[in-house]
């Protein structure tokens, strides 16, 4: 199996991917806001074909926060979100300089958390943090 890496997927692709795991679409603005606003935006895919995908938005110099990990439902367990997320470690290593110190924050999807520890995240709440929220906001 060739996994390449790339930036390039198209609004189809991307919702495809959402839907592979159960995650709802986004509209075409929100797709190009996306594109253009993301700090990092990398797909894996094989032979062309986009198979996972994960992106960070922030400032760029302290915080990030890791976002949209997919991986296509026929493709999980393979070793691509592994990858994924050394590009985008490897991405916060070339963007901080020497002797700073970044703060990457994520939401994890509902019984993730072990994938993401593997990385050296830290569950909240715990006696130091309290717990992340999160809210969906639809305008009516």
Not at 4 to 17: C, G, K, P, V
Not at 51 to 60: L, M, N, S
Not at 92 to 105: H, L, P, R, Y
Request: aromatic share 14%.
């Amino acid at each position: 199996m060739n996994i390449t890496f790339s930036d390039e997927i198209t609004f189809e692709e991307y919702n495809a991917l959402r839907r592979s795991i159960s995650w709802g679409e986004l509209s075409k603005r929100q797709f190009d806001m996306i594109k253009k606003n993301s700090l990092f935006f990398v797909i894996a895919k094989i032979d062309g074909v986009s198979i996972g995908t994960t992106r960070c938005v922030g400032d760029g110099g302290y915080h990030f926060f890791l976002c949209d990990v997919i991986v296509h439902r026929d493709f999980q367990r393979l070793g691509i979100g592994t990858m994924l997320i050394n590009k985008f470690l490897q991405f916060v290593d070339d963007t901080v300089e020497e002797g700073e110190t970044a703060m990457i924050t994520l939401v994890s999807a509902k019984d993730k958390e072990p994938f993401y520890k593997k990385f050296g995240f830290i569950e909240r709440p715990n006696e130091d943090r309290g717990a992340g929220m999160y809210m969906f906001h639809e305008k009516k």
